[in-house]
């Protein structure tokens, strides 16, 4: 499994179209129809995003989520450290003091401060957070907005909002977000 | 499980004794045991550091490892490729060509080119790349030679070449690398 799963790819591409839904809440549901993935996965991604203050939710018929921020405030790794956790690049196992020589007694300059392998690691996982978090869902919708022709926002919003008066009309209008 | 393995520790561990041994061949099995790690996890490492060119393996009673190049020739980078081989960061799924609105057959702008999302990642794959290529085993040997006394360096040297001259002496020297 790679270091950033399926969880963030979907987490965004969703964000992407809540930042396209200013106004309408979308719920996951929807969301998930919307872009042919499974509706069950991307319903434990979006309480991730709301717990880390991203989304916000609103209940009842016509509920779903908005985004809780301008694009331009929410950061690619703020998305990413909000579903996968912050989960480290390395773990290290600290196998400095097992050597040999020490019979079981490191002294002490052997162990004080980080590994300088792990501090290696660590170096590398702050240039990719770095990298991550200077872009945010502003710059990725504007690399979208540039290739898509102008009419398909309008499509998109039609179809999302033709499921949502679906939703507050058929019979499926419990079955919540 | 980390992007980076306990492999890639153990790997990076053996590879800096053996730039303190540039004479001397280190076998598998005595680099584990003087590390306290499985000899049975790390004999599966090193086949694949000889592979990328990164130590050369000879045969024999007093057979065992040595760095295929100089410390400062090696870097991080390499170790990790060698190891994990060349995993992604992150694994696109390219759902962008799912969208519901494109009815099952997506315009050619909607799947052209990298996936802005995919190209955000790939961007901090790069940046942790680079920062890997940046460190060699020198560097990081040179961190430790400011951290360890002098007669640690030759401690070591002992206690492996003590090691070495069992096996060629002992009933195990057959049992080969």
Chains 1, 2 share one sequence.
């Not at 965004?12 to 396209?20: D, E, I």
Request: glycine share 8%; with cysteine; hydrophobic share 40%.
């Amino acid at each position: 499994m790679a270091h950033i799963t399926a969880g963030v790819e979907y987490g965004l591409h969703c964000l992407l179209w809540l930042a396209n839904s200013p106004e309408v809440p979308l719920s996951s549901r929807d969301l998930a129809e919307f872009q042919g993935i499974s509706p069950s996965f991307l319903a434990k991604v979006f309480p991730k995003l709301e717990k880390a203050g991203i989304v916000s939710a609103s209940e009842g018929i016509k509920g779903g989520y908005l985004l809780a921020r301008q694009p331009g405030d929410i950061t690619v790794l703020e998305v990413v450290d909000a579903i996968e956790g912050r989960k480290p690049l390395f773990d290290c196992q600290e196998i400095r003091g097992r050597c040999a020589v020490y019979r079981e007694r490191p002294p002490s300059w052997a162990t004080k401060g980080v590994c300088a392998i792990h501090a290696v690691m660590l170096r590398a996982e702050k240039a990719m957070r770095d990298s991550l978090a200077n872009q945010t869902l502003a710059d990725i919708a504007g690399v979208l907005d540039r290739k898509a022709p102008p009419e398909f926002s309008e499509d998109v919003r039609r179809w999302l909002a033709d499921r949502a008066n679906g939703r507050a009309r058929g019979p499926a209008a419990t079955e919540g977000m």
